[in-house]
């Protein structure tokens, strides 16, 4: 079965840097788009950042844009979320997402890993 098991959250300071990671088993990785979703605290889901199925391409929100980079290692089978400059708005809990097509249909969810940005 599909598994999405993300971890690397934690508290940090304003300014400061995070690596998520997102381990994928029970289907074939290197085929499919995958995404990073947020959920702030009282607040909708937040597209964050979406990467091709062999990393050459990659997307940002406006939001995150120079700051987060997106990156994945196929033989490992793993996504990554690389998060620099935090700031208390990227407070939030992070899901990677299976994305269907690379079209923001997710047909699977991880747990979610709370990030904490706060001084």
């Known amino acids: 079965q599909v598994q999405l098991v993300e971890s690397g959250g934690g508290l940090v300071q304003p300014g400061g840097s995070l690596r998520l990671s997102c381990a994928a088993s029970?289907?074939?990785?290197?085929?499919?788009?995958m995404s990073w979703v947020r959920q702030a605290p009282g607040k909708g889901l937040e597209w964050v950042s979406k990467?091709?199925?062999?990393?050459?391409?990659?997307y940002y929100a406006d939001s995150v844009k120079g700051r987060f980079t997106i990156s994945r290692d196929n033989a490992k089978n793993t996504l990554y979320l690389q998060m620099n400059g935090l700031k208390s708005e990227d407070t939030a809990v992070y899901y990677c997402?299976?994305?269907?097509?690379?079209?923001?249909?997710?047909?699977?969810w991880g747990q979610g890993t709370q990030v904490t940005v706060s001084s």
């Open positions: 029970g289907f074939t990785f290197n085929t499919y788009y």
């Open positions: 990467i091709d199925s062999d990393g050459g391409n990659t």
């Open positions: 997402a299976k994305d269907l097509k690379g079209t923001g249909s997710y047909d699977y």
